[in-house]
T-cell receptor
Framework: AQKITQTQPGMFVQEKEAVTLDCTYDTSDPSYGLFWYKQPSSGEMIFLIYQGSYDQQNATEGRYSLNFQKARKSANLVISASQLGDSAMYFCAMRDDFGNEKLTFGTGTRLTIIP | DTGVSQDPRHKITKRGQNVTFRCDPISEHNRLYWYRQTLGQGPEFLTYFQNEAQLEKSRLLSDRFSAERPKGSFSTLEIQRTEQGDSAMYLC????????????FGPGTRLTVL
């Protein structure tokens, strides 16, 4: 069974600073995908970034980058130059690349950006 | 708007009533997923469709829950004889058929059972 662990229930960060949100995972599958989603108070899950288990380079999408350390089974999200609009819940998720490819989510980290 | 849409956005019902939610996927997305998210938790998988075929159901999906995707386009999730424990956000996500494709979520339906 797959498992995602997010150990930071909440974080406070000064505007314009960088922030790292932690995510560790556990799986016995050789092929999997790792995702980060943002969930504002409105409730919609917004896709941020994806990392495949066989990708050699860390994924980047604008101000988002994923620090993928396969041996440590970690997939931390780095947000550079944080903005007030980054305040939200952030979820790490893993996709099973075999079978139905459902997502398994962690419990999330609530990020608050301080002006 | 070409994203995933869900209707209604909010639903308040009394215990014992039946409710039905609808999800309209992104055009040409073959895969459709339903998830449930309770307060303070991440979403949990409920069921999955590949076109019109329902291929997997979670053990979370009791016999009071039923989902359909009759023509491989929109999907409905029905809960019969609702219980207070059914109160949650119900999220729909869709993706194309490739194995590395991202799931895109709708805005969700927030259900409150009184």
């Amino acid at each position: 069974a797959q498992k995602i662990t997010q150990t930071q229930p909440g974080m406070f960060v000064q505007e314009k600073e960088a922030v790292t949100l932690d995510c560790t995972y556990d799986t016995s599958d050789p092929s999997y995908g790792l995702f980060w989603y943002k969930q504002p108070s409105s409730g919609e899950m917004i896709f941020l970034i994806y990392q495949g288990s066989y990708d050699q380079q860390n994924a980047t999408e604008g101000r988002y980058s994923l620090n993928f350390q396969k041996a440590r089974k970690s997939a931390n999200l780095v947000i550079s130059a944080s903005q007030l609009g980054d305040s939200a819940m952030y979820f790490c998720a893993m996709r099973d690349d075999f079978g139905n490819e459902k997502l398994t989510f962690g419990t999330g980290t609530r990020l608050t950006i301080i002006p | 708007d070409t994203g995933v849409s869900q209707d209604p956005r909010h639903k308040i019902t009394k215990r014992g009533q039946n409710v039905t939610f609808r999800c309209d996927p992104i055009s040409e997305h073959n895969r459709l997923y339903w998830y449930r998210q309770t307060l303070g938790q991440g979403p949990e998988f409920l069921t999955y469709f590949q076109n019109e075929a329902q291929l997997e159901k979670s053990r979370l999906l009791s016999d009071r829950f039923s989902a359909e995707r009759p023509k491989g386009s929109f999907s409905t999730l029905e809960i019969q004889r609702t219980e207070q424990g059914d109160s949650a956000m119900y999220l729909c996500a869709t993706s194309p058929s490739g194995t590395t494709d991202t799931q895109y979520f709708g805005p969700g339906t927030r259900l409150t059972v009184l």
